[in-house]
């Protein structure tokens, strides 16, 4: 898998609902969907909710979602869907505070 993130069954299914997503019927995600879900970063978006939550991976200091077959849970693959589309923005953020 090209970005690590290996989540079937009962894990995509709970990883959707935790991003207000469902499968589309011919059972694929909506690509749009899931970019507006992950790159959103009002209160109702899924990185505010990262953020927001002090126990999550993301916000742990071990945080090894980036690390060969650490994606295979929720709040790894949640983790490196964050570092992938708001890393950058989130270090420029820290440079200016």
Do not use: W
């Not at 090209?2 to 019927?25: A, I, P, Q, V």
């Amino acid at each position: 898998m090209k970005f690590g993130l290996k989540l079937e069954g009962n894990h995509l299914d709970n990883f959707l609902s935790r991003c207000n997503m469902t499968l589309r019927k011919d059972g694929k995600v909506s690509y749009r969907d899931f970019l507006q879900q992950f790159q959103d970063r009002s209160e109702s978006g899924v990185p505010h909710k990262i953020l927001c939550n002090p126990t999550h991976r993301f916000n742990l200091e071990d945080n090894r979602a980036g690390s060969p077959g650490g994606a295979t849970t929720i709040t790894a693959a949640e983790a490196t869907i964050m570092s992938m589309f708001q890393g950058d923005f989130l270090a420029l953020l820290g440079t200016f505070q």
